[in-house]
Structure formats: structure tokens, C-alpha cells
């Protein structure tokens, strides 16, 4: 099992789900792509994770302006258009009968098979390879409720010139390396630094503390833009709460009132530990903290609003 935010309730229903790949659905345990895929190969690709709402895949336009983007970014054709691809994720949540909340959607898009193992774009073969992968996942309520740990590692967030972090790539290794740090030091998840020291992100989520009643979270310049991250942002605006997007270091992080992470499949998770220090409350003190709490409730409350507004078919 996952730790941290990804933490999940296991559903039995999962074993028996369809999974489309380019376009046909198959059972689990026949859901294949080829070892000479690109995403397996080199993790050349893209990919978004998908949270569905009262049947509502919500946030999608702006899941697959992101996806598209960075497809175009490293000079891939998708393949199909937004419109088709938004109806063939539709089709696999109807296929499989998933027309409630509690279902998180993997969307992956790589370049295509290749003629041989090899780094060269030219050598591929076929089309994009597009796999829609939907499960039963809800994130643990004690995960949400009672928060999670976070370990400052030593691996940073690169500079764009080296790998931009912007782009939501299959090559994860540098946020895996990270991860598996923080698990050795015994926390759930990583906080990463930029290459100047200052707060970046962590290895799976976007970071926030709470200062005197304002939202704090990075200066964006070293992290993906995402799409929790930026509707918390706003919503935090929108109510009223001052939202800042700047530099700010570890000192500030360990004297922070509050801090929580952001993340399409959990939302808005409350962090209680950093570096073994406990953050904004005692341990008898209840959590989530007021501010987190209150994000919480806005943004749960916004995502029904989205789902109503349906399917945009």
C-alpha cells in the first residue's frame, strides 16, 4: 500500500474493471502495451490524474489544456482531438458502469511503439499510445482528517534547462528518488527545495503553510501548475484570504500556523509533522486546523458546483 495522500480504500470492484487502450477496452489482467512503447522505454509521455464527481470528471478542460500542452511541449501528436478524447474517457467511466464519486481516472499518452530501444523520436512506428485506466479509489479519512508527515530531502526540484518541472512527464524519477527518501526517514511524503533553497513543492503534491492568516505556497517556478494548487489559489482569493505565490524557506515553513498539500485525487490534506517538528498545533489540539478546515470546505463545495454544471459533451 501507497502512503501519504495516495492512500486509498481498497474495492474489490477494481479486479474486475476495463481498461482502454487506444481505444478498445480490455479486462484488467489484459490490458497490455508493448515493451517497445516509448513510456516504457524512455518515459517519453504525458499524463493526468482524473477525479469523477456526481458521475463529472471535474476540472477536466483544464486537466487535458495541461495534457495537450505538454504534448506540444516535447513535440508529440496526440493524435486525437480534446472532444474525442473527452468522450473516450466518458465511454470507459459508462463501459464500467462508474457513475458515482469515488472513482480516480490515470490518462496516459505516449509517443508510440518504437523500431528499436532508442532515445530518437524518429524511430517511432505508430501512433500515440493513449491508456485510460479507471478505478474505485477514495483517499483514507484519516489521511484527510488527521494529515500526514513530510521529510525535507536532499534531492531538489531542477532547473528548467536540465528537466522543466512544468511538464507533467511519464519520467517521475526525480520526485521517485525523492519519495523513497523521505520513506526511509519515516514520513509519508517529500518536501523538495528549488536550487536555491527555498520551498518548492513535494514529491506527489503541491505545498501550502498557513502565516497570520494567509495562504502561502511557492512561486510556482519550480513545480508543475497544478490544477488543485491553482483552484485553491483562486477560491482562497475569492473568499476573501490573502493567497501569496512566493519564495519562502524551511524557517518560515518550521514557525508556519498551518501547513497542508494539494492534490487531485485527496484534495486538500493537512500536514502535522515536517522534519520531525509538528506544525501550527499541539498533538491534543483537533486537526485539521481552522484555516485547512475551511479550505476544505470551500473547495469540496466548488467541485459540486463544477459536476453540476455536467458532462459539456
Known amino acids: ?26 479486462p484488467r489482467d489484459e490490458a497490455k502495451v508493448s515493451v517497445f512503447d516509448s513510456g516504457f522505454i524512455l518515459g517519453d509521455g504525458v499524463w493526468e490524474g482524473l477525479r469523477v464527481h456526481n458521475g463529472i470528471i471535474v476540472l477536466l478542460d483544464e486537466h487535458l489544456q495541461r495534457l495537450y500542452a505538454g504534448a506540444k511541449a516535447i513535440d508529440m501528436d496526440v493524435g486525437i482531438k480534446r472532444d474525442e478524447l473527452k468522450q ?13 464519486d469515488g472513482v480516480h481516472i490515470r490518462l496516459m499518452v505516449t509517443r508510440g511503439v518504437k523500431a528499436t530501444p532508442y532515445q530518437d523520436p524518429r524511430v517511432t512506428i505508430s501512433d500515440a499510445t493513449i491508456v485510460i485506466v479507471p478505478e474505485y479509489k477514495n483517499p ?18 531542477g532547473d528548467p534547462a536540465v528537466q522543466d518541472q512544468k511538464l507533467n512527464s511519464h519520467s517521475k524519477l526525480n520526485c521517485i528518488t525523492a519519495c523513497i527518501q523521505a520513506a526511509k526517514a519515516g514520513a509519508d511524503e517529500a518536501l523538495m527545495l528549488d536550487p536555491h533553497g527555498f520551498v518548492a513543492t513535494c514529491n506527489s503534491t503541491h505545498f501550502f503553510i498557513v502565516k497570520d492568516g494567509e495562504l502561502w505556497t511557492s512561486s510556482g517556478d519550480y513545480c508543475l501548475g497544478g490544477i488543485t494548487r491553482g483552484t485553491v489559489l483562486k477560491l482562497a482569493r475569492e473568499n476573501g484570504i490573502v493567497a501569496r505565490e512566493k519564495n519562502f524557506s524551511l524557517t518560515d515553513v518550521y514557525g508556519a500556523d498551518e501547513a497542508f498539500v494539494t492534490g487531485t485525487f485527496a484534495g486538500l490534506v493537512p500536514v502535522h509533522t515536517i522534519d520531525g517538528r509538528s506544525i501550527g498545533w499541539e498533538e491534543e489540539q483537533q486537526m485539521p486546523g481552522k484555516m485547512v478546515k475551511q479550505m476544505q470546505e470551500i473547495y469540496k463545495k466548488y467541485l459540486h458546483s463544477e459536476a453540476a454544471k455536467g458532462r459539456g459533451l
Open 88 to 100: 473516450r474517457l466518458y465511454e470507459t467511466l459508462d463501459r464500467n458502469d462508474m457513475a458515482k
Open 140 to 157: 483514507l479519512p484519516e489521511t484527510v482528517n488527521k494529515g500526514i508527515s513530510l521529510f525535507t530531502v536532499h534531492v531538489r526540484r
Open 1 to 26: 500500500m501507497a502512503k501519504g495522500t495516495h492512500d486509498y480504500v481498497d474495492d474489490p470492484r477494481n479486479q474486475s474493471i476495463l481498461i482502454n487502450v487506444n481505444g478498445e477496452l480490455f
